[in-house]
């Protein structure tokens, strides 16, 4: 009973307090300590981290991550790798003989590049014919449309002069391109 009376006459002296307007600066002080801190990016990125998540799995979740994951390996690794894809083609098809020759007297080594051997010059130079003065290399590759250059002395890579069709190669300069087929003879 003395609690009950004790609320009593303290509910009575609040009423009887005198109104005060708040000070003007009141609200601005009390949004800013209300505000959030700014969290760098570094803590933000802990945070999410250390954060724990729920994480739900169906099949067709799943399935789609698979895919991505291999469609990602593909692409940045080149699965599946070109030797194989090249030996594919190679039974797929039967390989078409071309001789390929530049005539250029400074060259000191000239190598065949192209689409068929992936733009790599190894086991791929050409020989020196001292009768004609002409570089030659003899290959077979694949029947069709194949892009290709000469490389000169290691560093300068040349289109044909003599090649029948030209295609840029989307650095500013143009290859060559021979279009095989098994039933002709292919020399350039």
Request: proline content about 8%.
């Amino acid at each position: 009973m003395n609690d009950q009376k004790d609320n009593l006459n303290l509910t009575g002296m609040l009423r009887n307090l005198p109104e005060h307007e708040p000070p003007r600066d009141l609200m601005p002080l009390v949004m800013e300590s209300l505000a959030p801190k700014k969290i760098s990016r570094w803590r933000r990125l802990y945070l999410l981290a250390k954060s724990p998540r729920v994480v739900t799995i169906t099949p067709l979740k799943l399935v789609t991550a698979v895919a991505a994951c291999v469609l990602i390996l593909a692409v940045f690794f080149q699965l599946p790798p070109k030797r194989f894809e090249t030996a594919v083609r190679r039974i797929d098809s039967q390989l078409v003989p071309v001789t390929f020759s530049l005539d250029n007297r400074e060259a000191r080594s000239v190598y065949l590049i192209g689409s068929f051997n992936d733009w790599k010059p190894e086991e791929y130079a050409m020989k020196l014919d001292r009768r004609s003065n002409r570089w030659i290399l003899e290959i077979s590759i694949p029947p069709g449309g194949h892009e290709y250059a000469f490389l000169i002395n290691d560093k300068q890579a040349i289109p044909d002069p003599r090649a029948a069709f030209y295609k840029m190669d989307g650095f500013g300069s143009r290859n060559s391109v021979i279009y095989t087929s098994v039933s002709d003879e292919n020399i350039l």
